[in-house]
């Protein structure tokens, strides 16, 4: 069965930084893109970042790019979302996700994680 298990979040100042972890299990992921979003309380699912099955690609939401970078560690079934300048806007749940495609995009996820919660106090 695949898992995605988010951990890392926590709170930080406007302008720090953060780096939140995905494990993934139940399968090999290294040909599989992943994927971070987030969402807030009465508001819809955000994409924020994608990573393609190699590692090679990525593609980021306008809102985030430049100030986040994802990466993954395909020995370890790992993807990570380096968060920096964070804004108080930044402040939500974050959800790791997956899809059985090699592709990075924002495109519909098969499976999600529980999420993790980014706290930024301004």
């Known amino acids: 069965q695949v898992q995605l298990v988010e951990s890392g979040g926590g709170l930080v100042q406007a302008g720090g930084s953060l780096r939140v972890s995905c494990a993934a299990s139940g399968r090999t992921f290294s040909g599989d893109s992943m994927g971070w979003f987030r969402q807030a309380p009465g508001k819809e699912r955000e994409f924020v970042a994608a990573?393609?099955?190699?590692?090679?690609?990525?593609t980021y939401a306008a809102s985030v790019k430049g100030r986040f970078a994802m990466s993954r560690d395909n020995a370890n079934n790992t993807v990570y979302l380096q968060m920096s300048s964070l804004h108080p806007e930044d402040m939500t749940v974050y959800y790791c996700?997956?899809?059985?495609?090699?592709?990075?995009?924002?495109?519909?996820?098969?499976?999600w994680g529980q999420g993790t919660q980014v706290t930024v106090s301004s």
């Open positions: 990573i393609s099955g190699s590692g090679l690609s990525e």
């Open positions: 996700a997956t899809k059985s495609s090699s592709v990075a995009s924002n495109h519909k996820h098969d499976y």
